[in-house]
T-cell receptor, first 113, second 115 residues
Framework: GENVEQHPSTLSVQEGDSAVIKCTYSDSASNYFPWYKQELGKGPQLIIDIRSNVGEKKDQRIAVTLNKTAKHFSLHITETQPEDSAVYFCAASRFFGNEKLTFGTGTRLTIIP | GAGVSQSPSNKVTEKGKDVELRCDPISGHTALYWYRQSLGQGLEFLIYFQGNSAPDKSGLPSDRFSAERTGGSVSTLTIQRTQQEDSAVYLC?????????????FGEGSWLTVV
């Protein structure tokens, strides 16, 4: 089955700086890679996703890059703000969100004011 | 409702008792998932329902765990003879059928504490 590894497990950055979280996956057939943000006491919320037919996707301060050859993908948050503090999870699946997602172990991001 | 609805939001139960957790998916979503999240941990897949197909039960940790989905909508996750290690947040999610716009949306979770 699919195995997703995520690094780092914790990350602290100064407000205004950039944050990068990296994930690798094992199943070369995976073709859908979403990122979820989870705030304390809440369920995960999708913030951005990427499909295997593109290498990069951007949405305002958030971007995701995908390297299918190396089987890794990354989340980039620029101009970080205190409200970006949360736990971030990467995930992978074989179809466009319609098969079970295999999640990474999460990254606790803390933005230092 | 507008989102995935789960109940109860919090449940404290005695070891050995049975519990039922309910999930009401987003209207029109044919796929429904259950995940478990232990304190400070990642999301562990439990079970997946897709339309009328047989569910994927490969993630259920033991035969004390079962789930059903009635009428293709509401789902119930049942844990029999609860153990302390069952304490976790149980998250339900749903999505549309195969296609371009089938993002998986999560509910707020049911926090289960077994004492």
């Amino acid at each position: 089955g699919e195995n997703v590894e995520q690094h780092p497990s914790t990350l602290s950055v100064q407000e205004g700086d950039s944050a990068v979280i990296k994930c690798t996956y094992s199943d070369s057939a995976s073709n859908y890679f979403p990122w979820y943000k989870q705030e304390l006491g809440k369920g995960p919320q999708l913030i951005i996703d990427i499909r295997s037919n593109v290498g990069e996707k951007k949405d305002q301060r958030i971007a995701v890059t995908l390297n299918k050859t190396a089987k890794h993908f990354s989340l980039h948050i620029t101009e970080t703000q205190p409200e970006d503090s949360a736990v971030y999870f990467c995930a992978a699946s074989r179809f466009f969100g319609n098969e079970k997602l295999t999640f990474g172990t999460g990254t606790r991001l803390t933005i230092i004011p | 409702g507008a989102g995935v609805s789960q109940s109860p939001s919090n449940k404290v139960t005695e070891k050995g008792k049975d519990v039922e957790l309910r999930c009401d998916p987003i209207s029109g979503h044919t796929a429904l998932y259950w995940y478990r999240q232990s304190l400070g941990q990642g999301l562990e897949f439990l079970i997946y329902f897709q339309g009328n197909s047989a569910p994927d039960k490969s993630g259920l940790p033991s035969d004390r765990f079962s789930a059903e989905r009635t009428g293709g909508s509401v789902s119930t996750l049942t844990i029999q003879r609860t153990q302390q290690e069952d304490s976790a947040v149980y998250l339900c999610a749903s999505s549309f059928d195969r296609g371009i716009e089938n993002t998986i949306y999560f509910g707020e979770g049911s926090w289960l504490t077994v004492v």
